[in-house]
T-cell receptor, first 111, second 112 residues
């Protein structure tokens, strides 16, 4: 499995874009990048996933570099409710039973 | 929120006692999962189920057993609880093996 590296913590001002990086330099060609977040004491919440093209949904955008060795999750206008731990996960599609969560990035959104 | 209910939400028990946690879903999803979350370890998969009576082990299955007699219920049993099983337990569901999992609110278990 490709391993991921994320910063332990980040800060972002409310209303600004939050850019959360993830390094996955050993990613294989058939592995997707997934992002989840966990708001204090709640269960994780799916955000977005992608293979090689940039993806956008109502929650966030995912930018994957052309060599696929790193990606960035973008929350375009962070709010206090986006304060959470964000997990970057790399997996072959269709193997949810092998999904593993690391320790993620703790994003603190401040006024 | 996806229709997932975990019970109990909190439990305190003594070492050596049996404990059963319940996960109930109203989404009719095929897959159900049990995770535990500990500081410094993220979430780790304990067991999962891919249908009624069909289960398989996850990363940290020792000391745990599961059962799924109905689509909507997935039970996690600690036959003889130990202090190392003090943790927050999360249930998750998914329609298939895609990675879009929906998680419950968790059960805080303390084994004294």
């Amino acid at each position: 499995d490709a391993k991921t590296t994320q910063p332990t913590s980040m800060d972002c001002a409310e209303g600004r874009a939050a850019n959360l990086p993830c390094n996955h330099s050993t990613i294989s060609g058939n592995e997707y990048v997934y992002w989840y977040r966990q708001i204090h004491s709640q269960g994780p919440q799916y955000i977005i996933h992608g293979l090689k093209n940039n993806e956008t949904n109502e929650m966030a955008s995912l930018i994957i570099t052309e060599d696929r060795k790193s990606s960035t999750l973008i929350l375009p206008h962070a709010t206090l409710r986006d304060t959470a731990v964000y997990y970057c996960i790399v997996r072959v599609y269709g193997t949810a039973s092998k999904l593993t969560f690391g320790t993620g990035t703790r994003l603190q959104v401040t006024l | 929120d996806a229709g997932i209910t975990q019970s109990p939400r909190h439990k305190v028990t003594e070492t050596g006692t049996p404990v059963t946690l319940r996960c109930h879903q109203t989404e009719n999803h095929r897959y159900m999962y049990w995770y535990r979350q500990d500081p410094g370890h993220g979430l780790r998969l304990i067991h999962y189920s891919y249908g009624v009576k069909d289960t398989d082990k996850g990363e940290v299955s020792d000391g745990y057993s599961v059962s799924r007699s109905k689509t909507e219920d997935f039970l996690l049993t600690l036959e003889s609880a130990t202090s190392s099983q003090t943790s927050v337990y999360f249930c998750a569901i998914s329609p298939g093996q895609e990675e879009k999992l929906f998680f419950g609110s968790g059960t805080q278990l303390s084994v004294l």
